[in-house]
């Protein structure tokens, strides 16, 4: 038998690998720990783009930055090159210097929403700005939102009221249905926005006020809403001078709270204002990280992010509820041919194109009823219905066609029956065309008043 201090060398020895082992463990483990956070520090800075280095962060994750006054500053990653993280703040930069402090948060890209939402105004970051107190929600969602089985949507099958007579009769929308609102600046595309925002038949209305100018907020609420309007409705407004990934999150995150309601059986109308704005968002962060430009100075991304923005909107899958949507889309320059137009109204389930001409003639809401069109409607209408509408269309394009024939007295009456017709009536059809922004037009009356103008139009075929 060994000596009691040979002996306890030997089980030193013996039981040291064991030791090495256990303790390597546990220093495996606190590295691994969620809790230990690997800082980076900020290389570079240019315009609204940020680079850091040091950290690994995914895309679609936030860090802070930390200024020399210890305020810190919210990013979020949309992009790397290398070991370099491309950012992007959510707010402001000032304050921000070469080499800060680049935390990585722990918390994923999420906002809590709920019932409480309904009446009140946030942010994109779903911050309060009515000044009604904090939101106390229970529910985080995902700002991006999953994707649908397109195969186990319920199809669309019954049309919506929007309380507009020339959209219930002429371009009747369906519930669960994507429509744009197309037009050049000054048209009145928020002016109808308001309308069908007062009038329209759904159990909650979702309001993005994406990038437009920050006095039509308050406006909207106020004027366009009212406190009725408002008790059923949630608005998301992130004017122009916030930063484009802000005005990103205001429109993901009034898709996701309509999604939220959606889920819970609600029919929801989601109304956006302006799909051009977001894209523009997306353009600047495209641009500033070094992507190339593709079509007039829209990058690759932009033209990816409007579907995936668009095809979250939508009926539900059996026992859920619905999402009818109204995007407006603006027409640069009254460009119909603008690269954000042709993408949506590719994307979209129809379209309805507001006029320059049409307003000017003081006809509202000015809509061209030759081009637009309700890719839903012959589904949710009945043959009746589209024979009328049909009828209305034909003796609108023949006026339209030889509008510069009668304006400048080169046409003499009698020369052609049709066109007299259309001559004659063209005063009903303009009032039929007009509605003031406070006359609720049902879908029922709608479709009754385009009866009777119909029933005028084919006894004028008749004889």
Same mark, same amino acid.
């Given at each position: 038998?060994l ?13 040291? /690998?064991?030791?090495?082992? $256990? ?10 720990? %969620?809790?230990?956070?690997?800082? =980076? ?12 280095? =040091?950290? @690994? @962060? ?10 020399? $006054? =210890? ?10 090159a ?23 948060a722990r ?7 709920? /019932?409480?939402m309904?009446?009140?105004?946030? +942010? ?5 700005? +009515? ?14 939102g ?8 319920? %199809? ?5 009221? @929007? ?18 609102l ?21 159990d ?68 956006? +204002? ?32 409007? /579907? ?13 509820g ?11 320059g009254?460009?119909?041919? $603008? ?10 389930? =129809? ?6 001409r ?8 000015p ?29 609108y ?10 304006t ?11 066109? +007299? ?43």
């Open positions: 038998m000596p009691a201090n040979e002996q306890q060398v030997a089980e030193f020895v013996l039981n040291r /690998p064991a030791r090495w082992t $256990d303790r390597l463990n546990r220093l495996r483990e606190s590295v691994s720990d %969620p809790g230990i956070v690997v800082e =980076g520090k900020l290389a570079r800075a240019a315009g609204m783009a940020l680079e850091a280095v =040091g950290c @690994v @962060v995914a895309v679609g994750g936030r860090c802070m930055i930390e200024g020399l $006054d =210890g305020a810190q500053v919210e990013a979020e990653v949309v992009g790397f290398g070991d370099r993280l491309y950012l992007m703040p959510t707010g402001e930069l000032r304050g921000v210097s070469p080499n800060a402090r680049v935390i990585p918390t994923a890209s999420q906002v809590k929403v709920g /019932p409480e309904l009446g009140r105004v946030v +942010d994109g970051a779903g911050r309060p700005l +009515d000044g009604r107190g904090p939101l106390l929600c229970d529910d985080p969602v995902s700002l991006e999953s994707a649908v089985n397109p195969l186990s949507r319920e %199809p669309i099958s019954e049309p919506l009221d @929007v309380g507009v007579r020339a959209i219930n009769a002429l371009l009747t929308a369906g519930r669960g249905q994507r429509l744009g197309f037009a050049g600046s000054g048209i009145g595309k928020s002016s109808l926005l308001a309308m069908m925002t007062r009038f329209t038949n759904a909650v209305i979702v309001v993005g006020l994406v990038g437009e100018r920050g006095r039509e907020v308050k406006e909207f609420v106020e004027d366009n809403l009212g406190e009725e309007g408002l008790r059923r409705s949630v608005v998301v407004a992130t004017p122009a001078d916030c930063s484009p990934l802000m005005r990103i999150h205001g429109a993901w995150l009034a898709t996701s709270v309509a999604e939220y309601f959606r889920d819970q059986g609600k029919d929801v109308l989601l109304l956006m +204002d302006s799909l051009t704005r977001f894209a523009q968002a997306q353009r600047e962060i495209g641009l500033a990280i070094g992507e190339p430009p593709a079509t007039k100075g829209y990058p690759p991304s932009v033209f990816a992010r409007l /579907p995936q923005l668009v095809e979250r909107a939508g009926a539900g899958v059996r026992g859920q619905s999402i009818t949507a109204f995007y407006t889309v603006l027409a640069e009254d460009d119909e041919h $603008d690269p954000i137009v042709d993408a949506a109204r590719a994307i979209l389930d =129809g379209h309805v194109m507001l006029s320059r049409i307003a000017e003639e003081g006809i509202y809401p809509i061209d009823i030759e081009t637009s069109v309700s890719r839903s409607m012959p589904r949710v209408t009945s043959p009746q219905h589209q024979a009328w509408a049909q009828a209305f269309r034909e003796i394009s023949y006026y339209v066609r030889h509008r510069d024939l009668i400048v007295g080169a046409y003499q009456s009698g020369s052609d029956p049709r066109l +007299d017709k259309a001559i004659a009536m063209w005063p009903a059809i303009e009032d039929f065309l007009s509605q003031s922004m406070h006359e609720d037009v049902g879908l029922q009356s709608s479709i009754d008043e385009l009866a009777a103008l119909a029933a005028q139009i084919t006894r004028g075929k008749d004889a």
